[in-house]
């Protein structure tokens, strides 16, 4: 589909009866396709100690989407996301939560 198209309502059928169909892990995996895996963030001492643990470590990897940085760290089995903003100064500390047992 071309972007000058737009969903009919025999498409929303079509898409919404492929949704039905779905067994709950498929419909878990499509969901964590489209929104990512979940995540906590950190708040108070634990964000406090985080990002003095997190200082002490090189990021494995980092995003710019020109409003805001992302740093990822590996500390074990945990992933951290660390998002900047330059204009708060206020750092937001994610974990990266493993897929929950059923």
């Given amino acids: 589909m071309s972007q000058a198209q737009h969903l009919t309502a025999k498409d929303w059928e079509a898409i919404r009866a492929k949704h039905a ?3 709950p892990e498929q419909a878990r995996a499509w ?3 489209v929104i990512g895996p979940p995540r906590r963030t950190l708040e108070g001492k634990e964000r406090e100690d985080m990002l ?3 200082a002490l470590k090189e990021p494995v990897s980092n995003s710019n989407n ?3 940085w992302t740093d990822v760290y590996h500390v074990g089995q945990q ?3 660390v998002t900047s903003f330059s204009a708060s100064g206020d750092d937001i500390v994610e974990e990266i ?3 929950e047992h059923k």
Avoid: C, G, N
Wanted: proline fraction near 0%.
């Fill in 97 to 99: 939560l493993l897929e």
């Fill in 21 to 23: 169909a779905m067994t």
């Fill in 66 to 68: 020109q409003h805001a």
């Fill in 79 to 81: 992933v951290f996301h």
């Fill in 31 to 33: 969901i964590r396709s």
């Fill in 52 to 54: 003095l643990m997190l």
